[in-house]
């Protein structure tokens, strides 16, 4: 029996494990299948930020099963959905100090 969404947890699991403990790096998913929502909520992903897409592009909100958008029609959303990107410049890798 296959269990695609094994492999995937995994490999999201080693890339949460990159960042520090108690930090989620991923902050929402978009998966075209059932288990790639099992995967997203196993890494921490709250179902309220978790989307299914279907062949024709349209997405589906997995918590209210209701809630359908394009990928065109989310762009028009992301700042509501999504939190503001923080680039703040590090002086830790500032020109000066790569260039010493």
């Not at 949460?16 to 059932?34: D, E, H, I």
């Not at 997405?59 to 959905?81: A, I, R």
Request: net charge negative.
């Amino acid at each position: 029996e296959k269990k695609p969404e094994e492999f995937k947890i995994q490999c999201l699991a080693d890339i949460k494990a990159l960042f520090p403990t108690g930090s989620n790096p991923f902050y929402a998913g978009y998966g075209n299948r059932v288990n790639d929502v099992c995967a997203y909520q196993a890494v921490g992903i709250p179902i309220v930020r978790i989307f299914t897409i279907n062949y024709k592009g349209e997405l589906k909100h997995e918590l209210t099963q209701t809630f359908q958008s394009t990928y065109s029609h989310m762009s028009v959303l992301v700042d509501q959905v999504f939190p503001p990107a923080q680039c703040e410049p590090s002086d830790e890798f500032s020109q000066s100090v790569y260039w010493r």
